[in-house]
């Protein structure tokens, strides 16, 4: 089978039948090398410093590190650098040593691991929540727990990758992105002809930055008696008067079935969480498999407590970052950029063509500007797109030399609106 390398995308190789596994692998790595010629592998590159506004990077070809402004990391508010943070995951360590050693089921729950669980759930003014390792595990283990074969799950069709893989065992119906005419007619089409019917959906959407209508679409999921799971990863600690995320925003905290999310985030660490009703998350803590069978997060979970607490102690980071928010969107407007709807510190600048987007991701590269150039499979074909992520601590000199960037590029490829 030929795969010509100038179309394909990751996708392409994920099943090429008649192949053993060497040899997918070689052509895949063929692939790669292709990408790596042409300077738009720039996945995976080494950092030196974390990742602030601010990062020193090994770009591939280079033999050191170099300071480049950093548009990559979604530690909004920058409390991955703050030194309460820091100084509540060393003492945690010192504390309880560096790992917690089993699942929680069978020694692995430790007071900080109690803590951050009531905390997270009374951030969302609830009472229970359980704790997974990642976001992503959050989302696959409790869909996948939650929904069998008798059940559906309708999904808004940007949702992150971890819901469709919880979603596995179950029926999907997707519909188009925010599209609420589509969503009724699947619920309506779903009405009596599964047991659980659940709505999917993100409350910050992950590559377009722009939020569900939490509202309208909560009054459809009851009107067709469907339960509603919300994933607003993106949103905690940015969005709201308090940073409670998009419920917040729409004053819903008590009403949806599922709050699902991740630390990875505001919250300056890794991990996931779900909120729900009491019997649920019991349910989760007993029956969800990668929280029965695998190990509990470290003792450094303290600095999550940290971070999740500095939201209300210090809301100034939440004011800055909307400051930048608005500074650089309006600044990428006023020179022709396409922004989308982003509502968000997620900042697409929507460029279509995906080998355009590669390009211009080198070129920002060289301007000493680090973004991510997102293709398919993780938005549509023709959607490509330069993506960022906005900080509190990013400077006013890092995003115009950022917006200087982008008018440099524009000039060598044209990549504003026409
Ligand atoms: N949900 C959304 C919307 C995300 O964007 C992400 C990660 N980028 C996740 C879940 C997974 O979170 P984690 O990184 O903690 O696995």
Not at 38 to 54: A, D, F, Q, V
Not at 344 to 356: Q, Y
Request: charge should be neutral; glycine fraction near 8%.
């Amino acid at each position: 089978m030929e795969i010509d390398f100038e179309k394909a995308s990751f996708k392409d190789f994920e099943n090429i039948k008649d192949y053993d596994m060497y040899a997918r692998a070689a052509i895949f790595n063929k692939y790669l090398n292709f990408l790596d010629n042409k300077g738009h592998l720039n996945y995976r590159m080494e950092s030196i410093s974390g990742c602030g506004p601010e990062m020193d990077i090994l770009i591939p070809g280079k033999s050191k590190h170099e300071t480049l402004v950093g548009l990559v990391s979604n530690d909004y508010l920058g409390f991955t650098q703050h030194p309460k943070v820091k100084e509540a995951v060393v003492g945690a360590i010192r504390k309880y040593g560096t790992g917690a050693g089993a699942s929680p089921a069978i020694g692995g729950h430790f007071s900080y691991h109690e803590k951050l669980e009531k905390k997270i759930a009374s951030f969302f003014r609830r009472d229970n929540a359980i704790l997974y390792t990642t976001g992503y595990t959050a989302n696959s283990a409790t869909f996948q727990s939650l929904l069998q074969k008798e059940d559906i799950a309708i999904l808004d069709m940007a949702v992150h990758a971890s819901v469709y893989e919880g979603c596995q065992l179950t029926n999907i119906k997707t519909f188009l992105h925010n599209n609420l005419e589509l969503l009724e007619r699947a619920l309506g089409d779903a009405k009596d002809k599964y047991r659980n019917k659940m709505v999917i959906i993100d409350g910050v959407y992950s590559q377009d930055g722009d939020l569900a209508p939490l509202d309208k679409i909560l009054e459809l999921t009851k009107h067709y008696g469907a339960y509603l799971a919300i994933d607003d990863a993106h949103g905690t600690g940015v969005i709201g008067k308090t940073g409670r995320g998009v419920l917040e925003l729409y004053d819903l905290f008590g009403e949806v079935d599922l709050i699902t999310g991740t630390f990875s985030k505001t919250f300056a660490s890794a991990g996931g969480y779900v909120v729900a009703r009491p019997e649920l998350i019991r349910f989760l803590k007993f029956q969800s498999r990668q929280h029965l069978f695998s190990a509990t997060s470290t003792p450094a979970v303290a600095g999550i407590i940290k971070a999740i607490e500095l939201v209300d102690e210090e809301p100034h980071w939440m004011d800055k970052l909307w400051q930048n928010v608005n500074y650089f969107k309006q600044g990428l407007i006023d020179i022709g950029m396409d922004v989308g709807n982003t509502a968000s510190a997620i900042i697409p600048v929507k460029i279509g063509d995906p080998k355009k987007s590669g390009e211009a991701g080198r070129l920002l590269l060289e301007q000493g500007i680090y973004t991510n150039p997102i293709i398919y499979p993780a938005v549509a074909k023709k959607n490509a797109r330069i993506r960022m992520s906005l900080m509190a601590t990013h400077t006013k000199a890092q995003l115009d030399k950022t917006l200087n960037a982008f008018e440099y590029v524009d000039h060598k490829i044209g990549i504003s609106k026409t």
